[in-house]
């Protein structure tokens, strides 16, 4: 990406978190240090991938450097702003601008099932009702030994340890690095035994999946 880019981007990016912190919840795009250990673990045989929250394309870029292809790639942006770049840069990706807590019911794979989720989304700046639901829905799609990578800024796992057992599901720190803007640390967050997570099982009421989040409201960090 030359400087010019680069510079755009972050005007981009600062400009979507000035309108909506809690959303955006980084005054900057992710750095490529922070991209490296965010893909480290998954090579060309993995796709097809789905990245939630792209924004400007960084861990796009990681995934393709990685020998993923572009076409493998479903890129699932909420943010409207970002989705015209994503479309342009990005061109044989599927770009979907979606709520990912309502992944389970999108029916965005028929076949074959994602290897890997790369996720931008900042958790910590969400209900566990609806970390619940993202975390239902993509291993919904998600082949034996497929997992998600999730950074994050906070001092531990963002995704809070009673949501991580009531889906059977484990996180282990791979890395992090200072040379972000802020710091960030990422964890891979996978199944501890096989679960059977299917579209057909998870109920709906209107907009929320019924997998008892309603438990985990209020309920704090792991």
């Not at 009531?166 to 710091?183: E, W």
């Amino acid at each position: 990406m030359t400087a010019k880019a680069a510079c755009f981007d972050f005007l981009h990016f600062f400009r979507s978190w000035v309108s909506n912190p809690l959303r955006v919840a980084a005054i900057a795009p992710s750095g490529d240090s922070l991209a490296r250990i965010m893909t480290s673990e998954i090579a060309a045989l993995d796709g097809p991938i789905i990245e939630l929250g792209p924004g400007t394309g960084v861990f796009t870029r990681a995934l393709l450097a990685r020998g993923i292809s572009e076409a493998d790639l479903t890129l699932i942006e909420y943010g409207p702003e970002f989705i015209d770049a994503l479309q342009a840069r990005f061109p044989a990706a599927r770009v979907l601008q979606m709520d990912a807590a309502h992944l389970a019911q999108a029916d965005i794979f028929e076949d074959e099932p994602v290897g890997a989720v790369i996720s931008g989304l900042p958790l910590l700046s969400m209900s566990p009702r609806k970390i619940a639901s993202i975390l239902a829905g993509v291993f919904t799609y998600m082949r034996p030994g497929g997992a998600v990578y999730q950074f994050t800024y906070g001092p531990r796992c963002p995704v809070p340890r009673p949501i991580l057992d009531r889906l059977g599901l484990k996180a282990v720190r791979i890395g992090g690095t200072v040379r972000n803007l802020p710091p960030a640390s990422v964890y891979r967050i996978s199944r501890r035994k096989p679960l059977e997570l299917s579209r057909e099982r998870l109920r709906y009421r209107g907009s929320d999946v019924e997998i008892d989040v309603a438990a985990f409201s209020g309920e704090t960090g792991a």
